[in-house]
């Protein structure tokens, strides 16, 4: 077990009664790499420029039409509803295709995850990836195991940055809860929801981390475990 979970008994203790939700994309996993392939292949022969990586990452948290529309943005190109319709489309069945080609698990997440369950705590992903893209990612890369729920756009009343995305996720049996994610919607939906946001600052954000409010900012996912205890500790 790595030397970064071993924080004590009360924290053990804070664990076992805890329910903690986390944002699936630049949060669990880097998933960038094959957004961009997949938003490339499909806005090209619209006259859209290669989009790069690092501009893929600044756009990803708001799901696919909000990539294409983007996409279309940056190059002052007019976009239908019925074309960004036909192309979401077109992403989603073209990006499922080869869902993790070269999509990786960010360092520490599954070491972190196993630790998390091992006290009790009741692990969820909150994510505005589409339910069965996420699924479908999870169950690539073996980390459906770690999670009781998977809670994608369609399975709650509204997403993220809503409240009732970050409760559906959470459940309603705990005495402590959190919300750790990447980005704006993230920080937003757990302030709505009314528990406390750890932020990983190697993410997708559009803005800089430290400006999203979140109530912890952390740099490696090693330290998601000790930033929730503290903000538990504290009484958030």
């Known amino acids: 077990?790595?030397?970064?979970?071993?924080?004590?008994?009360?924290?053990?203790?804070?664990?076992?009664?805890?329910?903690?939700?986390?944002?699936?994309?630049?949060?669990?996993?880097?998933?960038?790499?094959?957004?961009?392939?997949?938003?490339?292949?499909?806005?090209?022969?619209?006259?859209?420029?290669?989009v790069n990586l690092d501009d893929v990452r600044a756009m990803v948290g708001r799901g696919s039409r909000h990539l294409i529309e983007r996409a279309f943005a940056r190059e002052r190109l007019p976009l239908t509803d019925s074309l960004t319709d036909e192309l979401v489309t077109a992403f989603i069945e073209t990006y499922r295709n080869d869902i993790a080609a070269r999509s990786t698990i960010f360092p520490g997440v599954v070491d972190t995850l196993d630790w998390m369950r091992s006290t009790g705590a009741t692990l969820s992903v909150c994510t505005n990836k589409p339910s069965v893209l996420s699924d479908m990612l999870l169950d690539t890369l073996d980390l459906t195991r770690f999670f009781d729920r998977v809670i994608g756009p369609e399975r709650t009343h509204a997403k993220k940055p809503a409240a009732d995305h970050v409760h559906s996720a959470l459940?309603?049996?705990?005495?402590?809860?959190?919300?750790?994610?990447?980005?704006?919607?993230?920080?937003?939906?757990?302030?709505?929801?009314?528990?406390?946001?750890?932020?990983?600052?190697?993410?997708?954000?559009?803005?800089?981390?430290?400006?999203?409010?979140?109530?912890?900012?952390?740099?490696?996912?090693?330290d998601v475990p000790k930033a929730l205890a503290n903000l538990w500790q504290a009484g958030r």
Not at 25 to 45: F, H, S
Not at 198 to 222: Q, T
């Open 171 to 222: 459940g309603d049996k705990y005495t402590v809860a959190g919300m750790v994610g990447d980005s704006a919607p993230d920080v937003d939906s757990a302030r709505a929801a009314g528990v406390p946001s750890v932020v990983l600052s190697y993410g997708y954000s559009e803005n800089p981390v430290s400006s999203l409010g979140a109530d912890r900012i952390v740099h490696a996912f090693s």
């Open 1 to 50: 077990m790595s030397q970064s979970f071993k924080t004590g008994l009360p924290t053990v203790k804070l664990f076992a009664n805890a329910s903690i939700a986390f944002d699936l994309d630049g949060t669990l996993v880097d998933t960038a790499p094959d957004l961009v392939r997949a938003l490339n292949e499909v806005v090209g022969p619209h006259g859209i420029n290669e």
